[in-house]
Structures are given as structure tokens and as C-alpha cells.
């Protein structure tokens, strides 16, 4: 019977909005085929129609989500702290209403993120959010939040390999050599990269240095950071 296959398959996909549907029309032929109680029609042909709104909204739900997961593996926007924050607080709301458009939701937050740099958590959460657990994915989405804010500080930063870095530094250098209180300038721009822990810690002692003047420690902390990590 095509209305108990319908409710079998929205089950396994966890479409409950067509499997309810299909549900009832099949209890209502059931009950014409083994007890022989009659059929409402008018009763039948709104639920008919009904069901065949919800699955017209399944698939296209699923159409979405499968063009919106392709676009997001092959584009990587710019990446927009602020953006990525309130599309995080609407997948929240969504998630509370089990709005079917949470997943479509959570590949415009993952347009802003380079496959490498997304939270551990990514693919459980699309698991979830595919069979419309919305329960599981709100505790998920509290731990994706918790991993992107930890990566979001260093998504926003530009890569620079250790010859780029090498040669800033040298600038740098040259420029606390001759005593140029614009140097500390070009360790703020420092700040602006993807960098080491170990190297971001003796830049801030430099600055540190280079804020009071004192070039002779700033000079020695630029030389080390280019011995040790470089």
C-alpha cells in the first residue's frame, strides 16, 4: 500500500510532518478493508491533499539541503565573525521551533569556513539535522558553538608562511636598530596573522618593550623569535 510505504520511508528520514499524515489516511483504509466502516471522502481527499503538500515540501527540503551541502564544500566566503554569530543564534531559534530550515541554516554558517577549520562536531550535527532530530541537534549545536568560537579568532586571520614572517621580522629589526618608534606599528600588523602561540607570546613581550622605549629588549626579543621558531 503506497500510504504505509510513505509513512515507512518519512520515518526513516524522521519527516514526521508526512509520516502523521499518511498515518491516518492508511488507518482510514485500513478500517474500510477489515472492519468495512465507510469512508469519508471529503475527509480523505483533505488528507490526500494535505500529504501531498508534505511531501512535495519533503523533497523539496531535501533538494535544498543536498544543492546547499555541494555549494558549501566548493565555496569559502570571507570570513565574517559577526555574520557567522547571528546565523548561529537563527539556527538556535530554528532548532526550538523545528524549523525544517535549520540545515539549509547551518551550510551558510559553513560558506564562511574552510573544510580544515570547521568544529570536530560538523558532520554529526548534518547527521542530526538530515533526519530532523532537532532535540539532539540543539545539544550538538551548543558544543559546534563552543568549538567555533575557539576557531573563529584564528578563521579571521590571514595564513603567512615562515619566510613572509622571517622577512617582516627582519624589517622589524632594522627598524628597532635605528631607534624607530614606528616599529611598533609593524608588530601590531604582526598580530593581524595566523601564528604560533610560542611566537605570538614573545611578540607581545616585544611590543611590550618597544611600548616603553626600550629597543635594546626589543631588538634582543625579535633576534630570538627569529632563532627559535624560524
Known sequence: MVAHSL??????????????????????????AEDGIEIDPEKLNSLLIECAHNVDKMVNTIHSALDS???????????????????????????????????DTLYQILEYLA????????????????????????????EFDSQLAMLSSESGKAKID???????????LAQVRQ????????????????????VLDDLERVRSSLGQYDF???????EKIIAAHL
Not at 13 to 23: C, L, P, Q
Request: charged share 35%.
Open 69 to 103: 551541502y555541494e555549494d558549501s564544500l566548493n565555496v569559502v566566503k570571507s570570513f565574517d565573525r559577526n555574520a557567522v554569530e547571528l546565523l548561529v543564534e537563527k539556527l538556535k531559534a530554528q532548532l526550538t521551533s523545528f524549523d525544517i530550515e535549520a540545515i
Open 216 to 222: 635594546s629588549a626589543g631588538s634582543k626579543g625579535i
Open 7 to 32: 509513512k515507512g520511508v518519512s520515518a526513516n528520514i524522521g519527516a514526521d510532518f508526512v509520516r502523521e499524515n499518511a498515518e491516518l489516511i492508511e488507518d482510514i483504509l485500513l478500517k474500510k
Open 162 to 172: 615562515n619566510d613572509e614572517l622571517r622577512h617582516k621580522l627582519e624589517v622589524l
Open 179 to 198: 631607534f624607530d618608534s614606528t616599529a611598533v606599528d609593524l608588530v601590531d600588523d604582526l598580530f593581524t596573522f595566523e601564528l604560533k602561540k610560542e
Open 115 to 142: 573544510p580544515e577549520s570547521r568544529p570536530e562536531i560538523t558532520n554529526k550535527l548534518i547527521s542530526v539535522l538530515e533526519t530532523y532530530d532537532y532535540i539532539d541537534a540543539g545539544k550538538l549545536l551548543e
